[in-house]
């Protein structure tokens, strides 16, 4: 291998067993995610915040870019194609500031809601900051896309097949992804504490001046039971901050986060309403076609004498 200054020490490759658990956990994470966005597209019983949208759609990209040395069938090659592997070391290093970022901005959206509820217009009705919102994140992480992916094709030396997925083995670019994601998840702890303060104001419905419906308590809860387990993603950028060391019990642990977002915001009412009404539609097809088929071949049977 090319002699890289400053670079990764890696720890032994990962064991099969901890390649298909790492996979089955991204997987999970993708599916759920993927399934829970598009009910809340499809179905009218669902309403969402604007940044919860991109909150969802940003984990499920997360998640595919980590099996996608998994879908090209080279996850136990140790040098895979190097368009591949310089593509998903360019994501690995991108996309946490994606998750980071529209975390950061679902808790802020979640915060003005629960801090001035009926006080003030809701923030959707300023088009300008939903927009900034939902572009800020998806513009930052195609920016580090594109540099990391600059990088690795100038210089394909750096990218190796870590045993779960490609990544650079130059610390510069685990360094600015590390900064990137110390900074926007470290701005996450004042909006939980003043989040936290706001919910506890409101989440007596006793008190009749609360300003919040039922509905609103329970998806803020959510959304900040989640923030604060993103508290993680700070150690993990810290490890990779300040160490020269990558090994797989780090990944293992993140690789937990979006299954725990599926649990999170996917056990809700209005959800399994949807999924229940449709299975029920389903099932009402499925049976009408039967019933038009079976008429038909039994007029195509000789009557028995």
Partial sequence: MFPVPDSIEFKSSASGTIIKVFIG??????????VIL?????????????????????WTI????????????????????????????????SVPTLTASSTLTLLVHS???VHFGLSRPPLESNRRVIATMLLAPVLLWILLLIGFISLGIKNP?????????????????????????????????????????????NIDRRNTSSTMSTQTVKMVVRVFTFSFLILIGFVEGLIH?????RNT???????FLPVSGVLIFGIQKDLFQSWFAWTRISCYLLRSKMEEVAPASTSMNPSQK
């Avoid at 956990?25 to 993927?34: F, P, R, V, Y």
Wanted: include cysteine; charge should be positive.
């Fill in 25 to 34: 956990l991204q997987l999970s994470g993708a599916i759920g995610m993927a």
């Fill in 38 to 58: 598009f009910t809340a597209i499809i179905s009218q019983k669902v309403k969402r915040l604007a940044t919860w949208y991109m909150f969802c759609a940003s």
């Fill in 62 to 93: 997360s998640c595919l870019s980590y099996t996608l040395l998994f879908f090209a069938g080279q996850i136990h090659l140790p040098e895979p194609e190097k368009s591949i592997c310089v593509i998903q070391a360019a994501l690995m290093y």
């Fill in 111 to 113: 915060w003005y809601n």
């Fill in 157 to 201: 030396s750096l990218v190796h097949n870590f045993g779960l997925y490609c990544t650079f083995m130059q610390l510069l670019p685990a360094k600015i992804s590390s900064l990137f994601v110390i900074i926007t998840t470290f701005s996450t702890i004042p909006v939980q504490v003043s989040l936290g303060i706001s919910l506890c104001r």
């Fill in 241 to 245: 901050l300040v160490t020269p060391y």
């Fill in 249 to 255: 019990v780090v990944d293992m642990i993140m690789a």
